[in-house]
């Protein structure tokens, strides 16, 4: 008989055919809300905290912390719970309902951060707590076990399901984990698939992608294994959500619009390619913000 885990990953990949600007390429979005958390961070969840217990970092007693702006921390509280784990969760207060009741649901205590100060504060506040002993901090930001997810299974199946055609991946970038291990996974298979990485302008608030301060900077993140960024606004991502919810029956959150107004921008100037973008997770995470009102 098959987990709980057994199931995260091999998610779909589908055609946006009505969203595409240009018909002389594919659009492809890869569905990761059918992960069994709901996300992407699904997969990355589940190989940090089996690499910690397998290499004896997460022993009896110590209780694992992470500051998340959302879909990590459910993620982590789902499969913390399946290993019987006691974890708590930092998120700035601006996170949504809907996520801190679900990461409760799964038994975490969760802990809030004032919202001016960003996933910033949250980080320095998780890592004075590790300070004081008695916690392991995952820390997303500089796991390879977080990439190398990604690497062993997002990657493999997007070759897989392309048949090896793919030209270009575009992902939104937040702890760069997905771009990073997907990236590469695809430059071994073939080195001219480009990768393109998704972020906002300076002063657009899209949960789930950051562009962070130097200091603050992924520890994972190799910038020379992203070809090519570019910049999305809030107003943008927010439109092709709700594109993408009224026009293709996709329903995801503002990071997966940021990305796919990413790749139709991308498109636009391609003469032919087949384009796969990374759908992080589902819309109804985010019913009580005003996204789709």
């Known amino acids: 008989?098959?987990?709980?885990?057994?199931?995260?990953?091999n998610t779909p990949l589908i055609e946006l055919k009505n969203i595409s600007p240009n018909p002389a390429v594919k659009l492809l979005a890869k569905l990761e809300g059918n992960n069994p958390g709901g996300s992407v961070k699904d997969r990355a969840a589940y190989s940090m905290i089996k690499g910690a217990l397998d290499r004896g970092e997460l022993t009896p007693g110590?209780?694992?912390?992470?500051?998340?702006?959302?879909?990590?921390?459910?993620?982590?509280?789902?499969?913390?719970?399946?290993?019987?784990?006691?974890?708590?969760?930092v998120m700035p207060?601006?996170?949504?309902?809907?996520?801190?009741?679900?990461m409760e649901a799964f038994g975490a205590k969760v802990t809030l951060t004032p919202a001016e100060g960003s996933m910033e504060a949250a980080i320095d506040y998780v890592h004075h707590k590790v300070a004081q002993g008695g916690y392991l901090?995952?820390?997303?930001?500089?796991?390879?076990?977080?990439?190398?997810?990604?690497?062993?299974?997002?990657?493999?199946?997007?070759?897989?399901?392309?048949?090896?055609?793919v030209t270009h991946f575009v992902s939104s970038?937040?702890?760069?984990?997905?771009?990073?291990?997907?990236?590469?996974?695809?430059?071994?298979?073939?080195?001219?698939?480009?990768?393109?990485?998704?972020?906002?302008?300076?002063?657009?608030?899209?949960?789930?992608?950051?562009?962070?301060?130097?200091?603050?900077?992924?520890?994972?993140?190799?910038?020379?294994?992203?070809?090519?960024?570019?910049?999305?606004?809030?107003?943008?991502?927010?439109?092709?959500?709700?594109?993408?919810?009224?026009?293709?029956?996709?329903?995801?959150?503002?990071?997966?619009?940021?990305a796919v107004h990413v790749a139709t921008k991308l498109i636009e100037n391609l003469e032919s390619g087949v384009v796969v973008c990374i759908i992080c997770d589902r819309g109804d995470r985010y019913l009580s913000s005003d996204l789709f009102g």
């Open 62 to 89: 110590t209780k694992l912390i992470e500051a998340t702006s959302g879909n990590t921390g459910i993620a982590l509280a789902m499969i913390a719970n399946l290993f019987d784990v006691e974890i708590e969760l």
């Open 173 to 258: 970038m937040g702890t760069t984990g997905t771009i990073m291990g997907v990236s590469r996974y695809l430059k071994e298979q073939n080195i001219a698939i480009q990768i393109v990485g998704a972020q906002p302008v300076a002063g657009s608030q899209i949960p789930g992608i950051r562009r962070w301060p130097e200091e603050y900077l992924p520890k994972i993140f190799d910038k020379s294994r992203v070809d090519q960024t570019i910049d999305v606004s809030q107003a943008e991502a927010t439109a092709m959500t709700r594109r993408l919810a009224r026009e293709e029956g996709v329903f995801a959150g503002m990071s997966s619009g940021g």
């Open 1 to 9: 008989m098959k987990s709980l885990v057994d199931f995260i990953g």
């Open 93 to 102: 207060a601006s996170a949504t309902k809907e996520r801190v009741l679900t």
């Open 137 to 165: 901090m995952l820390n997303q930001f500089a796991n390879p076990d977080n990439y190398g997810a990604h690497y062993q299974t997002t990657g493999p199946e997007i070759w897989r399901d392309t048949q090896g055609t």
